[in-house]
């Protein structure tokens, strides 16, 4: 039975909208009905006149306030709700009244409790260490800036300070932190930390310290020491004895990594750098580099790196439509992926119809993919970059600390040790492979370079050979072992001839730097390029405007290679035809050169100065330009078995067929079932295709 209140505070039951008939409590005879026939009403109920943050429910008022949004971030409820056990509105008024007059007074209490839970000892040791140096620094001016003074102005001075020193002292036996409020956020401004620390208990109390030890210092001062000699106990115990005038400053997480992101030596380097940054950031926040660079707390974040998920950069929202993204979560990236994994998990461990393996095959495949180990180690060693930025910029903190023997055998310990048999860490391990005879008889035979439908559809079937960067570049570096950032900055004068051989020069320009000294080289054309026409197309290219021998591909605006942009047209393309791989990528041609040149006899030397890798004490941009008749032997020894004719439409070279996969089996399996015959055949790039007849 329901109930309302009243105006008058009484309950009185509500009628029952059910069909069945209500029994009564009591064991008496039932009221008799009023005149008329009807049944006692109960009266207007005030559910829907209640003041704010009170509530009804179940006939009984409650409290009802919301918490403070710093307690709610740290996993308070949303609402405070409080039973007020009274079913009368005016003695609900005044409990709720007295319970928010009790809140207002404790909630800064509370908040103040929170942040000093939140709030770590290196902070506050941050925060501190500027006070006191700010104090030494202001003391030094005051002594480089005394005049002369009489003996009374002096002992005025010295009672002066004395007083003072005396009200801190008294000041924080009563636990008054007030003086300690302007210094303490002053030093959290000049680190660049969060008002909301320097205003905690701890922060608070540290600093009443330190203003008493300056003053202690001032005192003797006054009594005829020097700066130097008064600061000297706090210099030993604070900055290591350091000298007065050059006391270190405390580096935050974010001044180190910004200057490591200015010494980063390309702007592809400064993004990785500032990727890391970001991370660390996320885990340590504001943070001085004191409390991120202890091997402690440095091996928890490695750790917490296994759970971040492997394209968590990509959450900001920018395309080709919009370069206006958003900030990056990284905590609700992780959330998300640990959601959706449980979510799978949930769902595999209700079917009974999967053995142990098979749910592990499933929850392997359907995992949200994790930082990969290679990518965690680079992170640590741009760690380290930002540790040496944090010297740089005045830091007395220690050498660096590796913690990679230590993240491993925790991980080890985590992973190997765990009693849960659904527990995987899946991550994208890539191996980059050399390209198998199918895969590369599938790209040489594609429409890419046999004929295309229209420039955007290269996957079609069509009368168009359009010969730009999609069609040379991958050929390049399939038949000449360059790099692709290589190739696509190649000008018009970097082909050569050089002793009757035509030749790639790849040297360093003002737009175009090398990635290493050994990678200035001559790479003579096999040819296969030069019966594809490289050479007739090149001397077409020389008379169109501009140096560039592959104008049409832009540099990316983030890090400045061409070959970011030019990587995601043709892999774009590639899934189109059914060729791309994650082991055997675009860059994954250099290594398939070096394996069929190996295959082809060239010693290891030879190899290495083809392909610009450093040798001891070779310069191979000599080495490479009297040695091209050598080369080219070599290298026109890999033999792709192409077939190349002329295109029917334009009159050019172009790739009929390849004999690559000639003379290998095709397995073809049959199976008779009830409903018929089913066969599979395994074909070009391990594909398996299934038909029914």
């Known amino acids: 039975m329901t109930q309302a209140v009243t105006q008058a505070g009484a309950t009185t039951p509500r009628e029952n909208p059910s069909p069945r008939p209500r029994r009564s409590r009591s064991t008496g005879p039932r009221r008799a009905p009023r ?6 009403r109960r009266p207007e109920t005030l559910r829907a006149k209640l003041p704010v943050g009170l509530a009804l429910r179940g006939g009984v008022l409650h409290f009802r306030r919301r918490w403070p949004a710093a307690l709610v971030e740290i996993g308070a409820p949303t609402f405070l709700r409080i039973s007020l056990r009274t079913e009368l509105l005016l003695e609900a008024m005044t409990r709720a009244t007295a319970l928010t007059a009790a809140m207002e007074l404790a ?11 939140l709030v770590q000892p290196d902070e506050v040791k941050a925060i501190v260490d500027e006070t006191i140096r700010a104090g030494v620094a202001a003391m030094l001016c005051e002594e480089a800036e005394a005049a002369p003074r009489t003996p009374d102005q002096a002992d005025a001075a010295l009672a002066h300070i004395g007083t003072r020193l005396g009200a801190l002292r008294q000041a924080l036996r009563l636990r008054d932190h007030a003086a300690a409020v302007e210094p303490a956020r002053a030093a959290a401004a000049a680190l660049g930390m969060d008002a909301v620390v320097a205003d905690s208990p701890p922060a608070a109390r540290g600093v009443m310290g330190g203003m008493i030890d300056l003053a202690e210092a001032a005192l003797a001062v006054e009594r005829g020491a020097t700066v130097d000699e008064a600061t000297r106990a706090i210099r030993a115990e604070r900055f290591d004895g350091a000298p007065a005038d050059r006391l270190p400053r405390s580096v935050m997480l974010t001044a180190a990594s910004a200057h490591a992101v200015d010494s980063a030596v390309s702007k592809d380097m400064a993004n990785k750098q500032r990727g890391t940054g970001r991370l660390m950031f996320a885990f340590f926040g504001e943070a001085p580099v004191d409390h991120v660079f202890s091997p402690t707390r440095l091996t928890e974040w490695v750790l917490w790196l296994n759970r971040v998920p492997r394209n968590w950069a990509n959450a900001h929202g920018k395309n080709r439509y919009t370069s206006v993204g958003r900030e990056v979560d990284v905590h609700a990236v992780i959330a998300k992926a640990d959601a959706d994994d449980a979510a799978l998990r949930a769902g595999v461990e209700a079917r009974s119809d999967l053995s142990l393996r098979e749910k592990r095959r499933i929850l392997a495949s359907g995992y949200v993919e994790r930082m990969a180990e290679k990518t965690v180690i680079a992170h640590h060693g741009r760690a380290k970059a930002i540790h040496d930025s944090a010297r740089a910029l005045g830091w007395a903190g ?19 040790r765990c009693d849960d048999p659904l527990m995987l860490h899946v991550t994208q391990q890539k191996r980059r492979l050399a390209w198998t005879d199918e895969r590369l008889f599938k790209h040489l035979t594609s429409t890419m370079l046999t004929g295309c439908f229209s420039q955007d559809r290269r996957w079609r079937k069509g009368e168009f050979a359009i010969r730009d960067a999609i069609y040379w570049v991958p050929l390049l570096v399939l038949m000449c072992g360059l790099r692709p950032e290589e190739a696509l900055k190649l000008i018009k004068s970097d082909v050569q001839f050089r002793d009757g051989i035509v030749n790639l020069r790849i040297e360093e320009t003002p737009d175009g730097p090398v990635k290493n000294w050994a990678s200035e080289r001559f ?15 090149w001397r077409d290219a020389c008379e169109r405007p501009g140096e560039a021998l592959f104008p049409e591909v832009p540099a990316s605006t983030l890090t400045g290679r061409i070959s970011d942009v030019f990587g995601k ?20 041609l250099r290594h398939t050169f070096i394996t069929r040149l190996q295959l082809a006899g060239a010693p290891d030397g030879l190899r290495q100065a083809i392909v610009g890798h450093e040798q001891d004490e070779i ?12 080369f080219k032997q070599y290298m026109d020894r890999i033999d792709h078995r192409l077939e190349i004719g002329e295109h029917p439409r334009h009159g050019f070279p172009v790739i009929v067929g390849c004999g690559l996969t000639k003379g290998q089996a095709i397995d073809i399996a049959v199976s008779l079932t009830a409903k018929g015959a089913r066969a599979w055949s395994r074909g070009i790039c391990g594909a398996v295709v299934g038909s029914r007849p």
């Open 569 to 588: 047209r043709l892999g774009r393309m590639l899934k189109h035809l059914g060729v791309k791989d994650l082991d055997e990528d675009f860059y994954a």
């Open 107 to 117: 909630e800064s209490r509370v908040m103040s409790e929170c942040v000093t839970r």
């Open 35 to 40: 005149e008329g026939g009807r049944a006692r």
């Open 523 to 537: 790479v003579p054309l096999p040819e296969a390029l030069l019966r594809l026409g490289f050479l007739e197309w």
């Open 398 to 416: 220690g050498a660096w600390t590796p913690v990679l023997k230590d993240w491993k055998r925790a991980t080890a310990r985590l992973f190997g």
């Open 619 to 630: 310069i191979n941009a000599n080495y490479t330009s009297a040695n091209l008749r050598l």
